[in-house]
């Protein structure tokens, strides 16, 4: 087995355990923590492609700053351990199922590419942040500037939302 | 002994890594120990004290006795915590804050000679996203200090980690608008290429992105990025997360021996990783401050110049020192720096070798006199002042230096 691959399968390990960890938790901190650890391995693994500033961002963004924001929420409400109420507990029986048939799905999707999922970009294509930045600011740029017009938008929401509270 | 050189051949590159991770640790643990002494000593001068002086002379023994003190003080476990995360938070703060060191250079040439074939480089790894490396790294240091005060069960270091939490959010963003300026001269992320980009063979001073002769100043940048980067660190006067006389000691008053002295080693080193980028981004890093022209040759000898000077006054302070022991110590010590003085002048390549780590270590050490300055001079901000900083002040003010100096970097390109 070649170097790239062990750590792959080590990084992909830790993301699914990171994962089982975050539904099966009872306290929300350890659920936010589990989720930290998923986003630390899929940077990893973003590495392990070639994808250096993507993975730096997504430890940034996602690791740092939108986890500080939920660990930070949960402390502030001071949040102690989930209680179930009877709907929850009816989610329990509906959520297997339901859950094996997207696994079921899903599988059945990659058997069915034959494996050979292809490339969408050549590789070297995220390596540095120029060849980045000039995908997102030509090829990508109607998404991309959509994407920032959605983000001001909810940013304006989140302001009105707290300026009512406030008179 | 051929199968080991055979070995060295080829995993030479792991087995120098792991010896160069090995020297930076214990480089930078002694450093951190001595920092606290540092740190006692001139605050103690401004305060018209003497600070430490039982504990070996002029109190050099004092951070071997504390580092003792927290080794063997009761390791107490409060009632009611959270285990796992009481135990995880210094462990998440130290090692964090110990791994942004691997990416800062501390010099621009290799070793002279080299490892079973391997060149050695003054820094443990080089990536061409150091700074965003860096900064990912800031970014998960938050939780360390909230999980630090949420895991002890008590309401003093909740709310000092509440604290902490919004605090750095809050100037994270500022930091990193901050250096934008920087970053877009530099047209890198690599620390090496910014400072490469600094070279200052021509212009000397002029030409460190704090003065930026070649684009725009940085020094409203270097202002927010240094501002910033004393918050992140919860150091003096933006230490509220740990403020004393409102929290008790804030997010670490639950722990005590070596897990409180993590915490502590934790902020000294994240102190010396923010001098060593303020001097990296802004203050040419390796860079000396003088053009390389004939005229200002004699400031290659400013090593030896400072080093036999020093050596010679701890001779001088140790024959007369109160204690047989220091009569000793000392003017061993102050030898061996004014020997190393001597030899910089008798051997000129190892003078010039040392060129480069000498500027950075200097910068470094002023910047890092310049957190204990504060230390000792300014009073703690209140927390509505400080959100209004991050805010209104740091954010607007690093976000317009980005764009005037993009302007400046179009101008340019396109002329």
């Given at each position: 087995m070649?170097?790239?691959?062990?750590?792959?399968?080590v990084?992909?390990?830790?993301a699914v355990?990171g994962?089982?960890?975050?539904?099966?938790?009872?306290h929300?901190i350890h659920s936010?923590?589990?989720l930290?650890v998923?986003m630390?391995?899929l940077a990893?693994?973003?590495?392990l492609m070639g994808a250096?500033?993507?993975a730096?961002?997504?430890i940034?963004?996602?690791g740092?700053?939108?986890?500080v924001?939920?660990?930070?929420?949960?402390?502030l409400?001071?949040?102690t351990?989930?209680?179930?109420?009877d709907?929850?507990k009816l989610a329990?029986?509906g959520?297997?199922?339901?859950a094996?048939?997207?696994?079921?799905?899903?599988?059945?999707?990659?058997?069915h590419?034959?494996?050979?999922?292809?490339?969408t970009t050549?590789?070297?294509a995220?390596?540095?942040?120029?060849?980045?930045?000039?995908?997102?600011?030509s090829t990508f740029?109607?998404?991309?500037?959509l994407?920032?017009?959605?983000?001001?938008?909810a940013i304006?929401?989140?302001?009105?939302?707290a300026q009512r509270e406030k008179t | 002994?051929?199968?080991?050189?055979?070995?060295?051949?080829e995993?030479g590159?792991?087995?120098?890594?792991?010896?160069?991770?090995?020297?930076?640790?214990?480089i930078?643990l002694?450093?951190n120990a001595?920092l606290?002494?540092?740190?006692?000593?001139?605050?103690?001068l401004m305060q018209s004290?003497?600070?430490?002086?039982?504990?070996?002379?002029h109190g050099?023994l004092q951070?071997?006795?504390?580092?003792?003190k927290?080794?063997?003080?009761?390791d107490?476990m409060p009632?009611?915590?959270?285990?796992?995360?009481y135990?995880?938070a210094?462990?998440?703060?130290l090692?964090?804050s110990?791994?942004?060191?691997?990416v800062?250079?501390?010099g621009?040439?290799?070793?002279?000679?080299?490892f079973?074939?391997h060149?050695i480089?003054?820094w443990?790894?080089?990536?061409?996203?150091g700074?965003l490396v860096?900064?990912?790294?800031?970014?998960?240091?938050v939780?360390?200090?909230?999980?630090a005060?949420?895991?002890s069960n008590?309401?003093?270091?909740?709310?000092g980690?509440?604290?902490?939490s919004?605090?750095m959010?809050?100037y994270e963003l500022a930091?990193?608008?901050s250096?934008?300026?920087?970053l877009?001269m530099a047209?890198?992320?690599s620390?090496?290429?910014?400072i490469?980009?600094q070279?200052?063979?021509?212009?000397?001073?002029?030409?460190?992105?704090i003065?930026?002769?070649?684009y725009?100043?940085q020094i409203v940048?270097?202002?927010c990025?240094?501002i910033?980067?004393?918050a992140?660190t919860?150091r003096v006067?933006?230490d509220?997360?740990?403020?004393e006389s409102?929290?008790?000691?804030?997010f670490?008053t639950?722990?005590?021996s070596?897990?409180?002295?993590?915490?502590f080693?934790?902020e000294y080193?994240?102190?010396i990783?923010?001098?060593?980028?303020?001097?990296?981004?802004?203050f040419?890093?390796?860079?000396?401050p003088?053009?390389a022209t004939?005229?200002?040759?004699?400031?290659?000898y400013?090593?030896?110049?400072?080093?036999?000077?020093?050596?010679?006054w701890?001779?001088?302070?140790?024959?007369?020192?109160e204690?047989?022991?220091?009569?000793?110590?000392l003017?061993g010590l102050?030898?061996?720096i004014?020997?190393?003085?001597?030899?910089?002048i008798?051997?000129?390549?190892?003078?010039?070798?040392i060129q480069?780590?000498?500027w950075?270590?200097?910068?470094?050490?002023?910047?890092?006199f310049?957190?204990v300055?504060a230390r000792g001079t300014?009073?703690?901000f209140?927390?509505d002042?400080?959100?209004?900083?991050?805010?209104k002040?740091l954010?607007?003010v690093?976000?317009a230096n980005v764009?005037?100096?993009?302007?400046?970097?179009?101008?340019?390109?396109t002329?």
């Amino acid at each position: 087995m070649s170097a790239p691959l062990i750590v792959f399968f080590v990084l992909a390990t830790l993301a699914v355990i990171g994962a089982l960890s975050l539904i099966l938790q009872k306290h929300p901190i350890h659920s936010a923590l589990s989720l930290i650890v998923v986003m630390v391995a899929l940077a990893g693994l973003y590495l392990l492609m070639g994808a250096e500033s993507v993975a730096a961002v997504q430890i940034i963004v996602y690791g740092g700053a939108i986890m500080v924001l939920f660990v930070f929420v949960i402390m502030l409400l001071n949040a102690t351990e989930e209680e179930h109420t009877d709907f929850s507990k009816l989610a329990k029986f509906g959520g297997l199922p339901l859950a094996l048939a997207l696994t079921g799905l899903l599988a059945a999707a990659m058997i069915h590419s034959g494996g050979a999922v292809p490339n969408t970009t050549s590789p070297d294509a995220l390596a540095n942040t120029s060849n980045l930045s000039t995908m997102l600011f030509s090829t990508f740029v109607y998404p991309f500037e959509l994407t920032s017009f959605l983000i001001l938008v909810a940013i304006m929401g989140a302001l009105v939302l707290a300026q009512r509270e406030k008179t | 002994m051929n199968a080991a050189n055979s070995f060295l051949t080829e995993y030479g590159f792991w087995v120098l890594t792991i010896i160069k991770i090995g020297l930076l640790l214990f480089i930078v643990l002694t450093v951190n120990a001595y920092l606290t002494w540092f740190e006692r000593k001139v605050v103690a001068l401004m305060q018209s004290r003497v600070g430490p002086h039982r504990v070996g002379p002029h109190g050099l023994l004092q951070p071997a006795a504390d580092g003792l003190k927290f080794l063997f003080k009761e390791d107490v476990m409060p009632a009611g915590v959270d285990k796992f995360v009481y135990l995880l938070a210094p462990f998440l703060a130290l090692t964090l804050s110990l791994a942004s060191l691997s990416v800062i250079p501390f010099g621009p040439k290799p070793l002279p000679f080299s490892f079973f074939g391997h060149q050695i480089d003054l820094w443990i790894t080089n990536p061409d996203i150091g700074l965003l490396v860096l900064f990912a790294i800031t970014a998960l240091g938050v939780y360390g200090v909230a999980l630090a005060g949420w895991a002890s069960n008590s309401k003093y270091p909740l709310l000092g980690g509440l604290r902490s939490s919004a605090q750095m959010v809050s100037y994270e963003l500022a930091m990193t608008m901050s250096v934008v300026g920087v970053l877009l001269m530099a047209n890198s992320f690599s620390l090496t290429d910014i400072i490469r980009q600094q070279d200052s063979s021509k212009y000397g001073i002029l030409s460190w992105n704090i003065f930026g002769i070649h684009y725009f100043p940085q020094i409203v940048g270097f202002l927010c990025f240094f501002i910033a980067a004393i918050a992140e660190t919860n150091r003096v006067p933006f230490d509220l997360p740990e403020a004393e006389s409102e929290l008790v000691a804030g997010f670490h008053t639950e722990y005590s021996s070596f897990k409180f002295a993590m915490f502590f080693i934790a902020e000294y080193t994240s102190m010396i990783t923010v001098s060593a980028l303020c001097a990296i981004l802004f203050f040419g890093g390796w860079n000396s401050p003088v053009p390389a022209t004939p005229f200002w040759n004699f400031t290659h000898y400013l090593p030896s110049l400072i080093l036999i000077p020093f050596g010679l006054w701890v001779i001088y302070d140790g024959i007369k020192y109160e204690t047989i022991f220091g009569r000793i110590i000392l003017p061993g010590l102050g030898t061996a720096i004014a020997a190393i003085g001597v030899a910089l002048i008798v051997f000129p390549a190892a003078n010039e070798y040392i060129q480069g780590p000498f500027w950075l270590l200097s910068k470094i050490f002023f910047f890092l006199f310049f957190y204990v300055w504060a230390r000792g001079t300014l009073p703690r901000f209140r927390y509505d002042q400080l959100m209004n900083i991050g805010w209104k002040l740091l954010l607007p003010v690093s976000i317009a230096n980005v764009i005037i100096t993009a302007g400046f970097v179009l101008f340019r390109s396109t002329r």
